[in-house]
């Protein structure tokens, strides 16, 4: 069984920072990616930024140079630094994790449950 768990999610104004956390629990033999995506109602779910181990991380154009990811891997955590936040940053946030768990030979893909991130002008 494993959980992500996040955290870090508010009401921000424009031109501020938030740090969103998501911590991954229980059975896990090995992490190889960990990342986080947005969605607004109507919308696709999009990719905002990953990290995969020995890779360098990835970030969507939008968020390119304000936003920051990082693993501590010694707590199976994931952090996203974003600033200068803007009104189009409002959207739910979504923790996603490739975990192979326990004994088991594949990786699956694990999602957090969200958290809003509400950006106001």
């Known amino acids: 069984q494993v959980q992500l768990v996040e955290s870090g999610g508010g009401l921000v104004q424009a031109g501020g920072s938030l740090e969103l956390s998501c911590t991954a629990s229980?059975?896990?033999?090995?992490?190889?990616?960990m990342g986080w995506y947005r969605q607004v109602p109507g919308k696709q779910r999009e990719l905002v930024a990953e990290?995969?181990?020995?890779?360098?991380?990835n970030y969507a154009d939008s968020v390119k140079g304000r936003a920051t990811i990082s693993r501590n891997d010694t707590k199976n955590t994931v952090y996203l630094q974003m600033n200068r936040l803007k009104p189009e940053d409002t959207a739910v946030y979504y923790c996603?994790?490739?975990?192979?768990?326990?004994?088991?030979?594949?990786?699956?893909?694990?999602w957090g449950q969200g958290t809003q991130v509400t950006v106001s002008s």
């Open positions: 229980g059975s896990i033999f090995s992490i190889h990616a």
């Open positions: 990290i995969i181990s020995g890779g360098t991380p």
């Open positions: 996603n994790a490739r975990i192979t768990a326990g004994a088991l030979k594949y990786f699956d893909y694990y």
